[in-house]
């Protein structure tokens, strides 16, 4: 992975995701910072652009400046912060275009945030072909090794297939396999939990296809959100 982009809104475990970025980039690699925020309602451009001026809390300029001093221990990387005032389809493609993403990381804080702009910015990325890691809570760096496969039921690739995908990216290995449908029930999650401690699973994998989007729609939650893994999210060809 070359170009890496993470949307947030500059909470606390944006830190812990450009960590993640930097382990896992085993090259040169650009981290791009996407900051969403809403169009500004203005009667007049002057009056737009004073209001569009990117503004920041405390809290959040000393969490870029942490960014910013992690990345300078890795001399092949750099990090820049994109703003981005409203968002649609077309913008976002260009600018994953411009930047020649080839993955995202997303921090389970981005996941959470309640404004319907950053609900929707989710699912246009993940409509996009490019790998998306969702991370869990920040904690210990991550280290993946051993995988579970998450199999949905419209799932069509198996798992000699996937491991070809993702090898070429990760050295890891899937190493156990779970078919789920669209809503798995509660039971099953025991069952998970209890192949995930005997094969010291550290990371999940699930796959995914185009989805038809709405802008206050906001996604289920994730797997990872009961199950307390990363999952990595491969877009999968119709």
């Excluded at 993470?6 to 996407?34: E, G, R, W, Y």
């Excluded at 809503?183 to 099953?188: A, G, K």
């Amino acid at each position: 992975m070359k170009n890496i982009l993470i949307p947030t809104t500059l909470q606390h475990d944006t830190l812990f995701a450009v960590k993640t970025a930097l382990k896992q980039a085993n090259s040169n690699c650009n981290i791009t910072i996407m900051y969403v925020r809403d169009v500004a309602d203005a009667e007049s451009a002057s009056l737009f652009l004073r209001s569009a001026r990117p503004s920041k809390t405390d809290l959040q300029a000393k969490i870029l400046e942490a960014c910013h001093s992690e990345a300078n221990n890795y001399p092949h990387c750099t990090l820049e912060l994109h703003n981005r005032y409203g968002i649609s389809a077309p913008l976002l493609k260009n600018l994953l275009q411009h930047l020649n993403t080839d993955f995202i990381i997303v921090p389970a804080s981005y996941r959470q945030e309640r404004d319907s702009i950053h609900h929707y910015c989710l699912n246009l990325l993940s409509n996009s072909k490019i790998s998306m890691l969702h991370l869990t809570e920040a904690g210990e760096e991550l280290e993946f090794n051993k995988a579970l496969y998450l199999e949905h039921s419209s799932a069509q690739l198996d798992i000699q297939q996937l491991q070809e995908l993702v090898g070429n990216r990760f050295n890891l290995r899937i190493v156990s396999h779970a078919s789920l449908a669209e809503n798995y029930p509660e039971q099953l999650e025991q069952q998970l939990n209890d192949a995930i401690a005997k094969n010291n699973i550290d990371l999940l994998i699930e796959t995914r296809k185009t989805e038809k989007i709405r802008m206050k729609k906001r996604k289920e939650a994730y797997v990872n959100e009961t199950l307390g893994l990363p999952v990595l999210s491969i877009f999968e060809e119709v």
